[in-house]
């Protein structure tokens, strides 16, 4: 008769269907009257039953799911005959530009050239008003379902700190949520309420959401890559160009630092810049929009 | 043969119903979004390429996972071997697929909250731990499959195993208490 030191390797094996035939049988017979090796394999499940309720651990973007599958339609059903020149070819035009690519692949490059060209020949700034409006209108959307409560927060602190690292390694950059109040050095008008990742040309922004006593203001901050800061009232403030304008019923701010842009959005009284004097009284001082790097 | 032997048809000839289980091995491997995709794309392309090598019978999961894996350490060997980067993880975030809540939707909260502990506790793991969990508990592959796919023997993957789940236990301690004092989801 096996003891239960027999059995450890056992209760691996049989919760990975690894144990068939005799072994199987003993097994089974052996957990009917060993409670310690049944406690051992339902701790065993339990950590099993958590990884699979995750399933799957991550899902593919949909852009890369539709090029994939582009490929596969695209792809001649007789590929057992297809010549390898001809596969070669299709996979080379499907193939996109790598994200991470070491070297451009020429039809990216040459789109990228005729856009710059059209962009500097023909309608300076138009395209890059456009990233910005794309910007701005995100934020806006963002902030009024945030209003509204279909955007709930994901994560509810009041911490800097607490929010800072619940947005480490969701977001494709880095931020740091400095404490407003050691900074600003005199009473805060508002404070911060929480986060939550928010959807921005096909990665994540971050919307961080402050409150002070009459109503909600949002701040998304995204990448400087995929974000830009333009147009509307341009006023230079501590080495930052911010930049002003009322859309939608909203006082919406944005500004570009350190390689991150903000759009903070909100329905303070005042026009533009007087809305900024809600939360920072002393504009001439040039570190009051510490708070906002 | 081609992938549409065994009377599959085109969609599953393709081998597209794998791209989550890849894209999650892929950003298991790089722990970078972008670089996974990248290695997902390449991945099937050198399938597409290679798909009439592909022998009647042959298992096509673990063939492309191999192939991403293959893929995934000649990089590695190209860049030790080049000049040195400097790699900052913390700079290219790791995704998941948000599921935009729906109102007043407690399940799902607790649903989601639970996958991203899961995934940052997978995600603390040495490597060797963090692909190994993933092939047997995600992809639910035989022992034979995930040493086929690491090139190693059956016993170092059953060893292996044991450690990754001791190890990964104690990173989810507090997730499975929680869930045991609330089986808000229940089994799957």
């Known amino acids: 008769m096996k003891g239960c030191e027999d059995y450890g390797a056992n209760i691996q094996l049989y919760l990975d269907k690894e144990l068939t035939g005799q072994d199987l049988e003993e097994f089974h017979a052996h957990l009917e009257e060993c409670p310690a090796c049944r406690n051992q394999l339902e701790e065993e499940e339990e950590l099993s039953d958590l990884l699979h309720r995750s399933r799957p651990l991550y899902s593919a973007p949909d852009a890369l799911r539709k090029r994939v599958m582009r490929a596969a339609e695209l792809f001649p059903s007789t590929t057992t005959h297809a010549p390898l020149g001809l596969r070669r070819r299709i996979a080379k035009i499907l193939a996109r530009p790598l994200q991470s690519a070491r070297r451009p692949s020429w039809p990216a490059l040459v789109t990228a050239i005729l856009l710059v060209t059209v962009g500097l020949l023909v309608v300076p700034g138009v395209l890059r008003q456009s990233r910005a409006n794309s910007y701005i209108e995100t934020a806006i959307a963002a902030h009024r379902s945030f209003l509204n409560g279909s955007l709930p927060l994901e994560i509810q602190s009041e911490s800097p700190s607490v929010v800072t690292a619940w947005f480490t390694g969701k977001v494709p950059f880095n931020f740091r949520l400095p404490s407003s109040a050691e900074e600003s050095g005199h009473e805060q008008v508002y404070r911060l309420t929480g986060g939550r990742l928010v959807n921005y040309k096909g990665g994540y922004a971050a919307l961080i959401a402050y409150q002070t006593q009459q109503q909600k203001i949002s701040l998304l901050v995204s990448s400087s890559r995929s974000a830009v800061a333009a147009g509307g009232e341009e006023v230079p403030s501590g080495g930052i160009v911010f930049h002003y304008s009322k859309q939608a019923g909203f006082n919406v701010i944005t500004w570009s630092t350190h390689g991150l842009t903000y759009a903070l959005v909100s329905s303070l009284p005042g026009s533009g810049r007087q809305s900024c004097m809600v939360c920072h009284q002393n504009m001439t001082n040039s570190g009051h929009f510490n708070a906002h790097r | ?188």
């Not at chain 2, 290695?39 to 399938?47: F, K, N």
């Not at chain 2, 086929?148 to 507090?174: E, H, Q, Y």
């Open chain 2, 1 to 188: 043969m081609s992938w549409n032997h065994n009377g599959m048809d085109q969609a599953n000839a393709t081998g597209i119903e794998y791209i989550d289980g890849l894209y999650s091995y892929a950003l298991v491997l790089t722990r970078n979004h972008a670089e996974a995709e990248d290695l997902v794309q390449e991945t099937y392309v050198r399938a597409l390429q290679a798909m009439g090598r592909l022998r009647a019978g042959s298992n096509m999961k673990g063939w492309l996972f191999t192939i991403l894996r293959n893929i995934w350490f000649n990089q590695l060997r190209k860049r030790r071997n080049g000049p040195q980067m400097i790699e900052i993880e913390a700079e290219d975030g790791i995704f998941n697929s948000i599921v935009e809540p729906s109102k007043n939707s407690h399940d799902l909260y607790v649903s989601k909250m639970e996958t991203e502990q899961v995934q940052a506790a997978i995600q603390e793991l040495p490597l060797q731990f963090r692909e190994i969990i993933l092939l047997r508990e995600y992809e639910e592959l035989s022992y034979q499959e995930i040493a086929g796919i690491l090139d190693c023997p059956v016993g170092t993957v059953m060893s292996r195993l044991g450690r990754a789940r001791g190890k990964l236990r104690v990173l989810l301690s507090a997730t499975l208490k929680g869930s045991n004092s609330s089986s808000v989801r229940g089994s799957q």
